[in-house]
């Protein structure tokens, strides 16, 4: 009489060291009550010693799964592509760019000896109308890619600007590609990737299905991590066991537990909905599902040329398809594609390049201060009379609106900024001139009258 009927304990069938039986669907062939079990029985050598086993009729190993990573909403997450202190970095780079071209500005301009005042020749243009803040505005500006309205017109602000283009070209290059990845990947990467990462860490616990064989290798295995993962499983058994795969799943949805069973009932379960799962690491022990028969059965041959058909035809293929994968959750599997936070060292070199090239920008900048000083005594018949004259003469046109600023007492004794101007080149002038020992103290009236 053919008769398809369940265990009465619902086991597959565990060693029972104590009475020395055998339980579930393996007990009930060794012992002569059922002729064969139908149903997913891992293939063990343990077992394989009271019966036979077909050949594999599903590629079987084991694996854990876990709960999905939970991907972080924030209203600032377009920043998460760099790090902080990258972007500290680029804020504070800018900032020294924007200084050097409003410095670089300032002392390049020539002095018009008629007006005493220092200006760029091209008057009119926006380059030469623009004072420190502009020149410094339009390298903040570079920074967010728009267009500036001006180029520098001194070779050492062109010599920074080129530089400094470069860097913020590969900059916005990285940090574009960088965004698009951390939007395309939808859940954060996790740091448990491998059963040897579940040892390194304390945030999660794991465990097995009791009733199940894959425990019961755990516990005799030698291999590490494996054995290692036993141990843990042996001394936490009251909290890290189950008792069925579907109460290991709800409570892998529930805490931070990973279940390590079969394979096969993992992608099932991940592959269905409510999708809060996955499965990690690759497989071991991978042994298959085969149908149990008692020793020695004539039946074991005819069931594996079945077995063979199957799989040359396809039929085991589209059957794990259809029973197994299921398209619920669409792409349960997390993506293998990362997105990694770019860092300093990332980007390090071209800091170098664009500091490297404000260094260049600063000889050259240095160049220009002296030449332009040396025009200054060439072009003006009265003063500046030396080259020190006309570099303290420069300086001082450089922090004269720094001074003004913290001495506001002196704007109000003077109609303009020019005559203020004027008064504190004078005063330079006298300064100059009385440390000078070959000038005629006629002269040195001369010049004091002239700034009265």
Not at 280 to 303: A, I, N
Not at 313 to 335: F, N, P, Y
Request: net charge negative; proline share 4%; charged share 20%.
């Amino acid at each position: 009489m053919n008769e398809l009927y369940a265990v009465a304990d619902g086991e597959y069938g565990r060693y029972r060291e104590g009475t020395g039986a055998w339980t579930g669907m393996v007990g009930d062939v060794v012992e002569g009550t059922a002729d064969i079990a139908v149903a997913i029985v891992s293939i063990n050598s343990r077992r394989q010693e009271v019966g036979d086993f077909t050949l594999p009729f599903y590629a079987n190993g084991i694996t854990f799964a876990m709960r999905k990573s939970q991907s972080t909403k924030s209203n600032w997450g377009f920043v998460r592509p760099f790090e902080g202190t990258l972007w500290a970095t680029i804020l504070m780079t800018a900032v020294a760019v924007a200084i050097f071209q409003g410095v670089a500005n300032c002392v390049t301009k020539q002095r018009d000896p008629e007006t005493k005042e220092y200006v760029h020749p091209e008057r009119g243009t926006l380059a030469a109308e623009a004072g420190f803040w502009g020149h410094a505005w339009e390298s903040l500006v570079v920074l967010v890619q728009l267009s500036p309205d001006f180029l520098p017109r001194s070779l050492s602000g062109r010599i920074v600007t080129f530089f400094w283009c470069i860097g913020v070209l590969v900059a916005t290059s990285t940090y574009t590609a960088n965004l698009a990845a951390f939007l395309t990947v939808s859940s954060a990467e996790s740091s448990i990737n491998s059963p040897e990462d579940l040892l390194t860490q304390t945030d999660y616990t794991y465990g097995a299905v009791e009733p199940y064989s894959s425990y019961t290798q755990f516990q005799t295995t030698a291999a590490e991590p494996y054995h290692s993962l036993g141990l843990y499983m042996q001394a936490n058994k009251d909290s890290v066991l189950v008792q069925s795969v579907a109460e290991g799943l709800e409570k892998a949805r529930a805490e931070n537990y990973a279940l390590f069973t079969d394979s096969a009932e993992l992608d099932y379960a991940v592959s269905r909905r409510p999708c809060t799962l996955k499965t990690v690491g690759r497989l071991f022990w991978q042994t298959g599902f085969g149908f149990f028969l008692p020793k020695d059965s004539p039946y074991v041959v005819e069931f594996n040329r079945a077995i063979l058909r199957a799989e040359e035809q396809g039929v085991t293929g589209e059957l794990d398809h259809k029973w197994i994968r299921s398209q619920e959750c669409d792409g349960s599997a997390e993506s293998s594609l990362g997105s990694e936070v770019i860092g300093l060292q990332d980007l390090l070199g071209v800091f170098v390049l664009v500091y490297g090239g404000m260094g260049l920008g600063l000889l050259a900048l240095v160049g220009e201060f002296i030449y332009a000083c040396a025009q200054d005594v060439t072009r003006s018949p009265d003063k500046p009379r030396t080259l020190r004259e006309a570099v303290a003469m420069r300086m001082w046109s450089i922090v004269s609106p720094l001074s003004n600023l913290l001495s506001p007492r002196r704007t109000s004794s003077n109609s303009t900024n020019a005559s203020n101007y004027a008064d504190c080149e004078e005063g330079f002038q006298l300064q100059f001139l009385s440390q000078t020992p070959d000038v005629p103290t006629s002269q040195r009236r001369g010049a004091s009258g002239m700034s009265e």
